[in-house]
């Protein structure tokens, strides 16, 4: 079935440093591809997406692209800021309405100035 | 426009009762999931539910279960609660209609659900 494994955490950065968090999956088909980011004591928010190979997906200064032949899809963001402290989960979902999503475990990360 | 709301945000409930959450999703989405965020499994699907119907559902025991009404509100009912059950319950609205492809939800806060 459809999985998702992204690198467990925590991630400790200090303020302005270069953030990546893997991110891997495996499904059939061409799956769609999520980054959320959960604040704590909130829900979860879009933070990017893309829905086929290629696909660059931007947000706030993040940036994840959609590479099929290595079925990943990498979080970056070149200055991470203190606001930036929070769990972030990579998920997949078919195309199909009614889809699932599938998230990964979480990486919790924390930025420190 | 008003985002995803859920109530109660917090419960605490006995083990053996029964419980309801409530989800209203951002005014003109259809499509209302669930989801279960605890610290050992993650977030795991529940059930989706789209113009009433169950569309689609997760692993989960009978016990739980859900509805959606007419404007689209949705509950989940957990029934003879386990301590197991505790957990950050989410749920999630979608414009997505019947023939619509891209899978973009907007979360609510969650209810968190303690049972002792």
């Known amino acids: 079935g459809n999985s998702v494994t992204q690198m467990e955490g925590p991630v400790t950065l200090s303020e302005e440093a270069f953030l990546t968090i893997n991110c891997t999956y495996t499904?059939?088909?061409?799956?769609?591809l999520f980054w959320y980011v959960q604040y704590p004591g909130e829900g979860l928010q879009l933070l990017l997406k893309?829905?086929?190979?290629?696909d660059k997906g931007s947000n706030k200064g993040f940036e994840a692209t959609y590479r099929k032949e290595t079925t990943s899809f990498h979080l970056e963001k070149g200055s991470v800021q203190v606001s930036d402290s929070a769990v972030y989960f990579c998920a997949l979902s078919g195309n199909q309405a009614g889809t699932a999503l599938i998230f990964g475990k979480g990486t919790t990360l924390s930025v420190s100035s | 426009k008003a985002g995803v709301t859920q109530t109660p945000r917090y419960l605490i409930k006995t083990r053996g009762q029964q419980v309801t959450l409530s989800c209203s999703p951002i005014s003109g989405h259809r499509s209302v999931s669930w989801y279960q965020q605890t610290p050992g499994q993650g977030l795991q699907f529940l059930f989706e539910?789209?113009?009433?119907?169950?569309?689609n559902k997760g692993n989960f025991p009978g016990r739980f279960s859900g509805r959606q009404f007419s404007n689209s509100r949705s509950e989940m009912n957990v029934s003879t609660l386990e301590l197991g059950d505790s957990a950050l319950y989410l749920c999630?609205?979608?414009?997505?209609?019947?023939?619509?492809?891209?899978?973009?939800?907007?979360f609510g806060p969650g209810t968190r659900l303690t049972v002792t």
């Open positions: 539910y789209f113009s009433e119907t169950q569309r």
């Open positions: 499904a059939t088909g061409y799956p769609s």
């Open positions: 999630a609205s979608s414009l997505q209609g019947m023939a619509s492809g891209i899978y973009e939800q907007y």
């Open positions: 893309a829905t086929k190979a290629d």
